[in-house]
């Protein structure tokens, strides 16, 4: 299990996530605003887009092609932090990452 924290501007919400579980899922599963995750985890969609800021950046999976390709359609302005929560998997190293739901996700 790993300790992910997820900050809005009015609230903050750790949630555990099993290993192999996305950081999307796991929010959408836990009923967390603002993650929409409308095409499921595909990378298709930018509607779980997030800031990482806080934590073990170097444990984060490289930016894959697809996913670079939707970070630059993101309804926030993208940021040197933006990723696609889809496409961050848990893992044990990831434990204590701390990401900002973006403020537009539609
Ligand atoms: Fe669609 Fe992440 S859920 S891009």
Redesign the pocket.
Known sequence: MSKVTYLTEVAHTVIDIEPGTSL?AAAVANAIDGI?????????????HVFVEEGPFTALPPISDAEEE?LDCTAAPRRPNSR????IPATSELDGLVVRIAEEQL
């Open positions: 999307m929409f995750g409308e095409c499921g985890g595909n990378a298709m969609c930018a509607t779980c939707m696609l929560s889809c496409q």
